[in-house]
């Protein structure tokens, strides 16, 4: 049961370089969700797809752009990684309906220096 | 906007304590509740949820009451073992929203 996978779970970038963090879900979902997540801050959502061929911008897009290449498929992407990017990024997906819980993935750690 | 607030950590207890972590919300309407818990260098999942007022979520002797009046869905646990050290997460989300709203999450160490 692999369920939501991201690769890859480390990463040390240098400031400037670009980067791209996959994501693949195996449960048929038509949601996917990108969060980043800071100490004392919870979970911010960056982007998130409803639906194949859809994406939408969260609450802190600023710096990253995103592709749903498939149902299965979601990556996010950094162009130009900055120190403040360094964070721990998930994944997750879910079923369209807004009471169905998501599903992360264990997480890609991600340092800029 | 929407938004929770999860009391701060950490939270330090000892085995077989009782446990209790307060979430409050704020919204414009009835949205549904969550709680996620994410143990060392895991992801989140999904500990349990209530969908309507009054509903009660339960999930491996924990358990959280949606209360409308108070705008709260606390966690309990009658006696916490050294498993459940983890970080606990209140979320919450409307139909149609597309997205869940998180608190800021509440560290629990138990120790033995």
């Known amino acids: 049961n692999a369920g939501v996978t991201q690769t890859p779970k480390f990463q040390v970038l240098k400031t400037g370089q670009s980067m791209t963090l996959q994501c693949a879900q195996d449960?048929?979902?038509?949601?996917m969700y990108w969060y980043r997540q800071d100490p004392g801050m919870g979970l911010r959502l960056i982007y998130y797809?409803?639906?194949?061929?859809?994406?939408d911008k969260g609450e802190v897009p600023n710096g990253y752009n995103v592709s749903r290449l498939n149902k299965r498929e979601f990556s996010l992407r950094l162009e130009s990684a900055a120190p403040s990017q360094t964070s721990v990024y998930f994944c997750?997906?879910?079923?369209?309906?807004?009471?169905?819980?998501?599903?992360f993935g264990d997480g890609t750690r991600l340092s800029i220096l | 906007g929407d938004s929770v607030t999860q009391m701060e950590g950490p939270v330090t207890l000892s085995e077989e304590a009782f446990l209790t972590i307060n979430c409050t919300y704020t919204?414009?309407?009835?949205?549904?509740l969550f709680w996620y818990v994410q143990y060392p260098g895991e992801g989140l999942q999904l500990l349990l949820k209530?969908?309507?007022?009054?509903d009660k979520g339960s999930n491996k002797g924990f358990e959280a009451t949606y209360r409308k009046e108070t705008t709260s869905f606390h966690l309990e646990k009658g006696s916490v073992q050294v498993s459940d050290s983890a970080v606990y997460f209140c979320?919450?989300?409307?139909?149609?929203?597309?997205?869940?709203?998180f608190g800021q999450g509440t560290r629990l160490t138990i120790n033995p």
């Open positions: 979320a919450l989300t409307f139909q149609g929203a597309q997205k869940l709203v």
């Open positions: 919204a414009t309407g009835y949205p549904s």
């Open positions: 209530a969908t309507k007022a009054d």
């Open positions: 997750a997906s879910s079923e369209e309906a807004y009471f169905r819980p998501q599903h």
């Open positions: 449960m048929n979902h038509n949601s």
């Open positions: 797809s409803a639906s194949e061929g859809t994406t």
